[in-house]
């Protein structure tokens, strides 16, 4: 029975030592870390979503805003917004809260975000420094999911590494930081041939393929480390039921160590998120980043 990885508990260790580099760098340096999340529309899941940003930005110490603007707005409003924060001293991270409206080009919208702003890592410099191997602010959910392998395997080095899905959001940045661990890593989807004899070889695995319960215990190398990113919601005996991209209880028959769905990645992402806002405003400022 694979150990359970639990990251609800390790964002919350996350976020008191995102607290603690808060404290430290308004001690001494007057500086206050603000994040700026622009909504637009009424997304219901996105409001949710924004409004637990909000939340655990504020109780991190850090300085928290929130633009709601209407599902109407311009492609142009929306891009004035971005140039505003852009030229706020105060402002050190800047999100979009995705998707936006279909008339709105979102590419567009994220790479008007100041690349030194943007702790989404989503604009095409993070993403080519990223993959330069330079420093660069990286998308949140990969981030975490290297984050919880490190700490439950240890040193990466070595290890072969099969990523399922390769969306610009999770797939090929997840692969780029596995890459940066010294794993060797394969890239795979829903196109792979033979899927499954593909996975079976890896000790590490990372489903980020958005398929409820694709992947199924006998794909699963014994002793394994399965980071399961999907959120699924699907209906199961007249139930509401969210699930992973794991068929969770044949994974974790074999694997040696799993995430669950939920609180696994998800609790992750805004963890990584107010890291990330920290990093930018100690680069901004040009002051030493302090210990995480």
Same mark, same amino acid.
């Given at each position: 029975?694979?150990?359970?990885?639990?990251?609800?508990?390790?964002?919350?260790?996350?976020?008191?030592?995102?607290?603690?580099?808060?404290?430290?760098?308004?001690?001494?340096?007057?500086?206050?870390?603000?994040?700026?999340?622009?909504?637009?529309?009424?997304?219901?899941?996105?409001?949710?979503?924004?409004?637990?940003?909000?939340?655990?930005?504020?109780?991190?110490?850090?300085?928290?805003?929130?633009?709601?603007?209407?599902? !109407?707005?311009?492609?142009?409003?929306?891009?004035?917004?971005?140039?505003?924060?852009?030229? $706020?001293?105060?402002?050190?991270?800047?999100?979009?809260?995705?998707?936006?409206? =279909?008339?709105?080009?979102?590419?567009?919208?994220?790479?008007?975000?100041?690349?030194?702003? $943007?702790?989404?890592?989503?604009?095409?410099?993070?993403?080519?420094?990223?993959?330069?191997?330079?420093?660069?602010?990286?998308?949140?959910?990969?981030?975490?999911?290297?984050?919880?392998? =490190?700490?439950?395997?240890?040193?990466?080095?070595?290890?072969?590494?099969?990523?399922?899905?390769?969306?610009?959001?999770?797939?090929?940045?997840?692969?780029?930081?596995?890459?940066?661990?010294?794993?060797?890593?394969?890239?795979?989807?829903?196109?792979?041939? !033979?899927?499954?004899?593909?996975?079976?070889?890896?000790?590490?695995?990372?489903?980020?393929?958005?398929?409820?319960?694709?992947?199924?215990?006998?794909?699963?190398?014994?002793?394994?480390?399965?980071?399961?990113?999907?959120?699924?919601?699907?209906?199961? $005996?007249?139930?509401?039921?969210?699930?992973? !991209?794991?068929?969770?209880?044949?994974?974790?028959?074999?694997?040696?160590?799993?995430?669950?769905?939920?609180?696994?990645?998800?609790?992750?992402?805004?963890?990584?998120?107010?890291?990330?806002?920290?990093?930018?405003?100690?680069?901004? =400022?040009?002051?030493?980043?302090?210990?995480?």
């Amino acid at each position: 029975m694979a150990k359970l990885i639990d990251g609800k508990l390790y964002a919350e260790g996350l976020r008191k030592r995102i607290a603690i580099a808060v404290a430290e760098l308004k001690r001494d340096h007057n500086l206050i870390p603000g994040l700026a999340v622009v909504l637009v529309g009424e997304d219901p899941a996105s409001k949710v979503y924004v409004a637990n940003k909000a939340k655990q930005t504020v109780e991190v110490g850090m300085n928290s805003w929130e633009h709601k603007m209407p599902a !109407d707005t311009s492609e142009a409003d929306l891009l004035a917004m971005v140039q505003k924060l852009n030229d $706020d001293p105060s402002v050190h991270g800047i999100l979009v809260q995705m998707p936006v409206p =279909k008339h709105i080009d979102s590419a567009k919208v994220l790479n008007t975000i100041d690349p030194a702003k $943007d702790v989404d890592g989503f604009h095409v410099v993070n993403v080519g420094r990223l993959s330069t191997g330079q420093d660069a602010l990286v998308a949140c959910t990969p981030t975490g999911c290297v984050m919880l392998a =490190k700490d439950t395997l240890g040193d990466l080095s070595g290890l072969n590494a099969v990523v399922i899905g390769r969306s610009n959001i999770v797939g090929k940045p997840v692969a780029q930081l596995l890459l940066t661990e010294n794993c060797t890593v394969t890239i795979a989807h829903s196109r792979s041939k !033979d899927l499954a004899s593909i996975v079976r070889g890896a000790d590490l695995v990372i489903a980020a393929v958005g398929r409820p319960e694709m992947v199924k215990g006998d794909w699963i190398k014994l002793g394994a480390c399965v980071i399961d990113v999907g959120i699924n919601r699907i209906e199961r $005996d007249g139930k509401n039921k969210l699930v992973g !991209d794991c068929d969770f209880a044949s994974c974790e028959a074999v694997a040696g160590s799993i995430t669950p769905v939920p609180g696994g990645v998800g609790p992750m992402t805004i963890a990584c998120l107010l890291h990330n806002t920290v990093k930018a405003a100690a680069a901004i =400022k040009g002051v030493k980043l302090p210990e995480m």
